[in-house]
T-cell receptor, first 111, second 113 residues
Framework: SQQGEEDPQALSIQEGENATMNCSYK?????LQWYRQNSGRGLVHLIL?????REKHSGRLRVTLDTSKKSSSLLITASRAADTASYFC???????????FGQGTELSVKP | DGGITQSPKYLFRKEGQNVTLSCEQN?????MYWYRQDPGQGLRLIYY???????QKGDIAEGYSVSREKKESFPLTVTSAQKNPTAFYLC????????????FGDGTRLSIL
Protein backbone atom coordinates (compact mmCIF):
# COMPACT_ATOMS: atom_id res chain seq x y z
CA SER A 1 0.00 0.00 0.00
CA GLN A 2 1.90 3.02 -1.30
CA GLN A 3 0.74 6.16 0.49
CA GLY A 4 3.18 8.64 -0.98
CA GLU A 5 3.02 9.70 -4.60
CA GLU A 6 6.02 11.61 -5.84
CA ASP A 7 6.29 14.10 -8.60
CA PRO A 8 8.12 14.32 -10.89
CA GLN A 9 9.27 10.73 -11.41
CA ALA A 10 12.49 12.02 -12.96
CA LEU A 11 14.22 15.40 -12.94
CA SER A 12 17.30 16.50 -14.83
CA ILE A 13 19.01 19.83 -14.03
CA GLN A 14 22.37 21.58 -14.36
CA GLU A 15 24.78 22.01 -11.49
CA GLY A 16 23.99 25.13 -9.49
CA GLU A 17 20.26 25.02 -10.19
CA ASN A 18 17.65 24.27 -7.55
CA ALA A 19 15.73 20.97 -7.54
CA THR A 20 12.20 20.65 -6.18
CA MET A 21 10.48 17.34 -5.55
CA ASN A 22 6.92 16.90 -4.36
CA CYS A 23 5.17 14.22 -2.34
CA SER A 24 1.45 13.76 -1.80
CA TYR A 25 -0.18 11.34 0.62
CA LYS A 26 -3.67 10.13 1.38
CA UNK A 27 -4.26 9.77 5.12
CA UNK A 28 -3.28 11.78 8.19
CA UNK A 29 0.27 11.34 9.41
CA UNK A 30 2.42 11.81 12.51
CA UNK A 31 5.50 12.83 10.52
CA LEU A 32 7.01 12.70 7.05
CA GLN A 33 10.60 11.78 6.24
CA TRP A 34 12.80 12.21 3.18
CA TYR A 35 15.48 9.72 2.19
CA ARG A 36 18.11 9.58 -0.51
CA GLN A 37 19.31 6.46 -2.35
CA ASN A 38 22.40 6.27 -4.52
CA SER A 39 22.30 3.61 -7.22
CA GLY A 40 22.62 0.11 -5.79
CA ARG A 41 22.93 1.32 -2.19
CA GLY A 42 20.76 1.59 0.89
CA LEU A 43 18.70 4.64 1.81
CA VAL A 44 20.10 7.52 3.82
CA HIS A 45 17.84 9.60 6.06
CA LEU A 46 17.84 13.30 5.14
CA ILE A 47 15.23 15.09 7.20
CA LEU A 48 12.10 14.49 9.31
CA UNK A 49 9.23 16.95 9.62
CA UNK A 50 6.47 16.50 12.18
CA UNK A 51 2.80 17.10 11.41
CA UNK A 52 2.77 20.28 13.53
CA UNK A 53 5.72 21.77 11.62
CA ARG A 54 5.42 23.69 8.36
CA GLU A 55 9.02 24.08 7.28
CA LYS A 56 12.40 22.67 8.17
CA HIS A 57 15.94 23.34 6.95
CA SER A 58 19.10 21.26 6.94
CA GLY A 59 22.08 22.67 5.05
CA ARG A 60 21.03 23.00 1.40
CA LEU A 61 17.77 21.13 2.04
CA ARG A 62 14.44 22.78 2.72
CA VAL A 63 11.33 20.72 3.42
CA THR A 64 7.79 22.03 3.65
CA LEU A 65 4.68 20.25 4.85
CA ASP A 66 1.08 21.26 4.16
CA THR A 67 -1.19 18.93 6.11
CA SER A 68 -4.35 20.55 4.71
CA LYS A 69 -3.26 19.59 1.19
CA LYS A 70 -1.56 16.39 2.36
CA SER A 71 1.62 17.29 0.55
CA SER A 72 5.29 17.95 1.14
CA SER A 73 8.12 19.31 -0.95
CA LEU A 74 11.88 18.89 -0.81
CA LEU A 75 14.03 21.69 -2.21
CA ILE A 76 17.74 21.18 -2.83
CA THR A 77 19.45 24.49 -3.46
CA ALA A 78 22.62 25.03 -5.51
CA SER A 79 22.67 21.41 -6.63
CA ARG A 80 25.88 19.49 -7.24
CA ALA A 81 26.66 16.48 -9.41
CA ALA A 82 27.02 14.50 -6.17
CA ASP A 83 23.31 15.11 -5.45
CA THR A 84 22.47 12.72 -8.30
CA ALA A 85 20.35 10.01 -6.64
CA SER A 86 16.77 8.88 -6.06
CA TYR A 87 14.81 10.71 -3.40
CA PHE A 88 11.95 9.12 -1.47
CA CYS A 89 9.35 10.50 0.88
CA UNK A 90 8.04 8.22 3.62
CA UNK A 91 5.03 8.79 5.84
CA UNK A 92 4.76 7.67 9.43
CA UNK A 93 1.25 7.33 10.82
CA UNK A 94 2.55 6.68 14.30
CA UNK A 95 2.07 2.91 14.16
CA UNK A 96 5.19 1.53 15.78
CA UNK A 97 7.62 3.20 13.41
CA UNK A 98 6.15 1.73 10.23
CA UNK A 99 6.98 3.88 7.21
CA UNK A 100 5.17 3.91 3.89
CA PHE A 101 7.41 4.95 1.01
CA GLY A 102 6.59 6.75 -2.19
CA GLN A 103 7.93 5.58 -5.54
CA GLY A 104 10.67 8.18 -5.60
CA THR A 105 12.05 10.94 -7.79
CA GLU A 106 15.18 10.20 -9.79
CA LEU A 107 17.34 13.32 -9.81
CA SER A 108 20.17 13.79 -12.28
CA VAL A 109 22.46 16.79 -11.84
CA LYS A 110 24.69 17.43 -14.84
CA PRO A 111 28.07 19.10 -14.34
CA ASP B 1 31.89 2.24 13.29
CA GLY B 2 28.22 1.65 14.00
CA GLY B 3 25.99 0.46 11.26
CA ILE B 4 23.95 -2.24 9.58
CA THR B 5 25.57 -5.07 7.66
CA GLN B 6 23.68 -7.09 5.10
CA SER B 7 25.10 -10.22 3.53
CA PRO B 8 25.57 -11.50 0.97
CA LYS B 9 25.53 -8.60 -1.49
CA TYR B 10 24.34 -10.90 -4.30
CA LEU B 11 22.39 -14.14 -3.94
CA PHE B 12 21.03 -16.64 -6.42
CA ARG B 13 18.14 -18.97 -5.71
CA LYS B 14 17.29 -22.20 -7.46
CA GLU B 15 13.71 -23.38 -7.96
CA GLY B 16 12.23 -24.83 -4.79
CA GLN B 17 15.02 -23.54 -2.61
CA ASN B 18 14.78 -21.46 0.56
CA VAL B 19 17.44 -18.80 1.01
CA THR B 20 18.30 -16.69 4.05
CA LEU B 21 19.46 -13.07 3.97
CA SER B 22 21.48 -11.84 6.90
CA CYS B 23 21.05 -8.48 8.66
CA GLU B 24 23.17 -7.47 11.65
CA GLN B 25 23.28 -4.10 13.43
CA ASN B 26 25.55 -2.74 16.14
CA UNK B 27 23.59 0.45 16.76
CA UNK B 28 21.80 -0.98 19.81
CA UNK B 29 18.50 -0.33 18.06
CA UNK B 30 15.34 -2.03 19.28
CA UNK B 31 13.41 -1.98 16.00
CA MET B 32 14.37 -3.69 12.74
CA TYR B 33 12.67 -3.83 9.35
CA TRP B 34 12.84 -5.72 6.06
CA TYR B 35 11.84 -4.08 2.78
CA ARG B 36 11.63 -5.24 -0.80
CA GLN B 37 12.45 -2.87 -3.68
CA ASP B 38 11.58 -3.67 -7.29
CA PRO B 39 13.20 -1.73 -10.18
CA GLY B 40 12.04 1.87 -10.33
CA GLN B 41 9.79 1.39 -7.32
CA GLY B 42 9.61 2.48 -3.74
CA LEU B 43 10.11 0.19 -0.76
CA ARG B 44 7.46 -2.22 0.47
CA LEU B 45 7.52 -3.53 4.04
CA ILE B 46 7.86 -7.31 4.42
CA TYR B 47 8.26 -7.78 8.20
CA TYR B 48 9.22 -5.65 11.15
CA UNK B 49 10.24 -6.25 14.74
CA UNK B 50 9.94 -3.71 17.54
CA UNK B 51 11.61 -5.87 20.17
CA UNK B 52 13.48 -9.14 20.55
CA UNK B 53 11.35 -12.29 20.17
CA UNK B 54 8.50 -10.36 18.58
CA UNK B 55 7.74 -9.46 14.95
CA GLN B 56 4.81 -8.45 12.79
CA LYS B 57 3.85 -8.92 9.17
CA GLY B 58 4.14 -5.98 6.84
CA ASP B 59 2.30 -5.41 3.58
CA ILE B 60 3.86 -8.26 1.58
CA ALA B 61 4.78 -11.01 4.09
CA GLU B 62 3.54 -13.98 2.04
CA GLY B 63 6.40 -16.28 1.04
CA TYR B 64 8.80 -14.81 3.63
CA SER B 65 9.70 -15.65 7.22
CA VAL B 66 11.84 -13.96 9.89
CA SER B 67 13.17 -14.52 13.39
CA ARG B 68 14.40 -12.10 16.06
CA GLU B 69 16.26 -14.15 18.65
CA LYS B 70 18.92 -11.51 19.27
CA LYS B 71 18.68 -7.72 19.36
CA GLU B 72 21.43 -7.36 16.77
CA SER B 73 20.13 -9.83 14.22
CA PHE B 74 17.01 -10.06 12.03
CA PRO B 75 17.46 -12.69 9.28
CA LEU B 76 14.96 -12.97 6.44
CA THR B 77 14.18 -16.28 4.75
CA VAL B 78 12.77 -16.20 1.24
CA THR B 79 10.86 -19.47 0.92
CA SER B 80 10.00 -21.47 -2.17
CA ALA B 81 6.42 -20.19 -1.74
CA GLN B 82 7.58 -16.75 -2.90
CA LYS B 83 7.11 -17.15 -6.64
CA ASN B 84 8.66 -13.86 -7.70
CA PRO B 85 11.61 -13.33 -5.37
CA THR B 86 13.87 -11.38 -7.75
CA ALA B 87 14.34 -7.98 -6.07
CA PHE B 88 16.62 -5.79 -4.00
CA TYR B 89 16.15 -6.48 -0.27
CA LEU B 90 16.90 -3.78 2.29
CA CYS B 91 17.18 -4.12 6.05
CA UNK B 92 16.80 -1.13 8.36
CA UNK B 93 16.84 -0.39 12.06
CA UNK B 94 15.72 2.42 14.35
CA UNK B 95 15.61 3.32 18.03
CA UNK B 96 11.93 2.41 17.83
CA UNK B 97 8.71 4.29 18.42
CA UNK B 98 7.32 7.21 16.49
CA UNK B 99 9.21 9.90 14.58
CA UNK B 100 12.53 8.13 14.44
CA UNK B 101 14.73 7.89 11.34
CA UNK B 102 15.59 4.49 9.97
CA UNK B 103 19.16 3.45 9.20
CA PHE B 104 19.64 1.17 6.22
CA GLY B 105 22.09 -1.49 5.15
CA ASP B 106 23.40 -1.64 1.59
CA GLY B 107 21.04 -4.36 0.50
CA THR B 108 21.09 -7.86 -0.97
CA ARG B 109 20.20 -8.41 -4.61
CA LEU B 110 18.40 -11.74 -5.06
CA SER B 111 18.03 -13.38 -8.45
CA ILE B 112 16.58 -16.64 -9.74
CA LEU B 113 18.88 -19.16 -11.41
Amino acid sequence: SQQGEEDPQALSIQEGENATMNCSYKTSINNLQWYRQNSGRGLVHLILIRSNEREKHSGRLRVTLDTSKKSSSLLITASRAADTASYFCATDKGQGGKLIFGQGTELSVKP
Amino acid sequence: DGGITQSPKYLFRKEGQNVTLSCEQNLNHDAMYWYRQDPGQGLRLIYYSQIVNDFQKGDIAEGYSVSREKKESFPLTVTSAQKNPTAFYLCASSIGGVAQPQHFGDGTRLSIL
